[in-house]
């Protein structure tokens, strides 16, 4: 093939395959590209990174251990700091769904980075090339290469992650002190419920997110350790006896995170329980984030024929046929980018499973969803937050409307007048249109409530006491 065909040939165990001439990849990865052009996904980036922080890490300890000489390993460092840094992203093609284990992941950036080094180092003395196998992948198989690669792409996030969280988390809870004086309708079934103040509605959901970050950062531990140096099976054939060690403490070092051996390189292999557990726990946060993002559009609904006791950003029209119609979109965008984490944590929980004997085979697949599930959720998280819940007002005087109309404060009653009379009231103000305190200070100044275990009747006073003001309901205790 010459230059003008734009392709060139490359060579492999199974033969000659044609290649873009202009493409840093070869034969292996070719051949992917034609057998999976299935979903036109390609790896993410917290991928690219991380397998390519590998490639240098085990680049500088074969050199250390003498394994690698000194002028390939330079240029394997050096092209796969490049790669690290982004500059050839566009050369990693492999479509997610393809053959097991992540085979064909491994070679795409074992070529990509063997022809970089090869490049660098024909431009100082043209004659030495990197293979791809003999040099990049040295000590190293698919089989522990991808699992490393999922669990330093994960923690690669992490930071971000858990400021999105935190700070969505201090955003509620700034919520909860401007709005801990309004005193509305609690609501349980949806029904009428005993009051609550707004404050303490948001400084729940605060703490929820805070309890989530909590679960994921301890999930993430478990991804700490690191099974690379098990090469094939677990055993370590052909990797040097130091080289487990070294390599967890090298990458430790290349990238700032904390990184443990593993204490069983078989389990390591076999078992992605630990994926499953991180993916989990993204997934409890996205029921939490789904539920506030279902109470966020609750409680705003309306305006004239909702709650109405939040008021959200007005972000754009919400109709193209309805004029002036306004909706939640930032809750709903919430919504729906967490059921989209839910289904892809369904796909991470069958892939963990998946694994039969030495090997789980589904791991590009499971990265790829951890690394989707990642994305997705600190966009939508930060987005929620800046966009929705830093910009939340409150109707007070809705609130405090529908709270005046509640006949379930009768409850503040109980310990006065019992649970049988209590109902009753309710059923008498509800009829009549009436509130609570009007029809329990009525049933009082006629004589006809009695003190459920005291020989008495109920005064207007004790009443008044009772439910004169509604804030002392949301304190907890029994009044009395």
Known sequence: MSKEDGLRIERDSMGEVEVPIDALYGAQTQRAVQNFPISGLKPWRAFIWSMAVIKQAAAEVNAELGLLDGSPARAIVSAAREVIAGKWDAQFVVDPFQAGAGTSHNMNINEVIATRATQLLETKSGMESVHPNDHVNMAQSTNDTIPTAIRLGCLWRMNELSTALSNLAQSLNTKAVDFDDVVKSGRTHLQDAVPIRLGQEFGGYARAVERDLERIQNAADGLRRLGIGGTATGTGL????????????????????????????????????????FSAA????????????????????????GLDEIHLPQLQPGSSIMPGKVNPVMAEMLNMAMFHIIGCDTTVALAVQAGQLELNVMMPIMGHNLFEMMQVMIGAVIAFDEKCVRGIVVNREKAEGWLAKNAIVVTGLNPLIGYAAGAELVKEAMARGATILEVAIQKADAGDLHHTKEDRLITREEIEEALGDLRRLTQGGIFS
């Open 282 to 305: 993204l997934r409890t946060l996205a029921l939490t984030l789904t539920r506030i993002a279902n109470d966020i559009r609750l409680l705003s609904s309306g305006p004239t024929t």
């Open 238 to 277: 052909n990797a040097h006896i130091e080289y487990h060690a070294r390599m967890v403490s090298r990458l430790a070092e290349l990238t700032g995170i904390r990184l443990e051996e593993s204490d069983n390189l078989f389990e390591s292999m076999q078992s992605m329980a630990d994926m499953a557990a």
